[in-house]
Every structure is written in C-alpha cells, then in structure tokens.
C-alpha cells in the first residue's frame, strides 16, 4: 500500500519531474473548500414562549426540557420524570383508564394535561416525592 501526501511541493524538481506526474495517484481527488453550515435546533434566548405543551411530539418534549435542564431552568428529577417514555395505559382523576399506546415519538400529545391529571391522581394516591416532581413538571410545562 502506498501513501501520497497532499502537501504539494514549491521545488520545480517536483512539479517537472515526468515520474510524479505519471505515478501520482492523487490527481482525481478534489478538496471542497467550503465547509457546510451546521444546524442545530436551539430553543429562543426568550424563555416566556416555550412551544405549546397542549401539541408536543414526545421527541420535541424532550428536546426542549434537555434545553431547559443543561441551562438551569429545570432540575435533574424533573428532566427525568419528563424524559421518561409514556406508559401505555394511564388513569386520569376519575379512575378511568386511558389508552395511551398510539402516541408516538412523531405524535402530537396534549402532555399539560396528562400530567395535570397525574398530578391530580398522585395527590390523592401517590408518595410525596412523586407529588413533588410532578409539581416540578407541571409548573415547567405550564409557566
């Protein structure tokens, strides 16, 4: 195997030099001198206008609260509790179960007030600790 440098060399002995420009193997490739933009989605320097948490894909939820959660604004059990995948049947407040199996990563959900609702349902049932970080996602998802 053989090795080609891409340095090109100011000496007229190699640029005249027969042999080098009959072997050079280099002589097809093009180097692109314009590199390509990068885009990145980034949420706005204004925190007042997050996106509309009543019409979220799951994929966007968590897009915007790993945002929110590398710049401060959420805590760490908070980002976890909304990071966490749907579960595929819920209850809401009245004890009915709901069937959450068709939401997807690229589906739209109404996520304020799912947990809404299991805030409602955790207040009556659950443990303080989880209370407490549904309030945290709430207060997130609706300030």
């Not at 407040?93 to 959450?100: A, E, I, M, Q, Y």
């Not at 409602?120 to 989880?130: L, R, T, Y």
């Amino acid at each position: 195997m053989e090795i080609f440098s891409l340095r090109s060399s100011q000496s007229l002995l190699f640029k005249n030099n027969p042999n080098n420009a009959k072997n050079s193997k280099t002589a097809d490739i093009h180097i692109e001198t314009k590199a390509p933009a990068s885009v990145s989605f980034q949420i706005e320097d204004s925190l007042d206008e997050g996106p509309d948490f009543t019409a979220v894909s799951p994929g966007e939820l968590r897009s915007y609260a790993r945002q929110s959660f590398d710049s401060g604004v959420i805590d760490q059990n908070t980002y976890a509790a909304i990071s966490e995948p749907l579960p595929m049947h819920a209850i809401d407040p009245l004890g009915n179960v709901v069937d959450l199996s068709n939401v997807t990563d690229g589906t739209s959900f109404n996520f304020l007030d799912y947990y809404k609702n299991q805030l409602q349902v955790a207040m009556s049932i659950g443990n303080p600790s989880d209370v407490q970080t549904l309030k945290s996602v709430v207060n997130f998802l609706d300030g």
